[in-house]
Nanobody
Framework: QVQLVESGGGLVQAGGSLRLSCAGS????????MGWFRQAPGKEREFVAAVTRSGYSTYYPDSVKGRFTISRDNAKNTAYLQMNSLKPEDTAVYFC????????????????WGQGTQVTVSS
């Protein structure tokens, strides 16, 4: 089992950057592929990035490709989401999640979730 805690959210102007962190507890963090999702008010949860257990491979949907970068540091039990060129439509609560299986883009296929961190992008 792994517990996840996100941090790094906040208010930023359009065009700015934020880096989100997802700290995992326990010795099993490196056994899981990690993903980031977001959910805006009134909208469905949306997949935004995934990284393999090793950190070697990543995957992004077209909506964030080229602007967001997912990474991880297994020595620190932490995954990251670097978000650049932020847009008002990126405003959402961002969640990290852990999965035993690669590649998963649906939230229902992830085993563990953090509590989320709010990202607000002003125009």
């Amino acid at each position: 089992q792994v517990q996840l805690v996100e941090s790094g959210g906040g208010l930023v102007q359009a065009g700015g950057s934020l880096r989100l962190s997802c700290a995992g507890s326990g010795r099993t963090f490196s056994n899981y592929h990690m993903g980031w999702f977001r959910q805006a008010p009134g909208k469905e949860r949306e997949f935004v990035a995934a990284v393999t257990r090793s950190g070697y491979s990543t995957y992004y949907p077209d909506s964030v490709k080229g602007r967001f970068t997912i990474s991880r540091d297994n020595a620190k039990n932490t995954a990251y989401l670097q978000m650049n060129s932020l847009k008002p439509e990126d405003t959402a609560v961002y969640f990290c999640a852990a999965s035993r299986t690669w590649l998963r883009v649906r939230g229902t296929e992830y085993d563990y979730w953090g509590q989320g961190t709010q990202v607000t992008v002003s125009s």
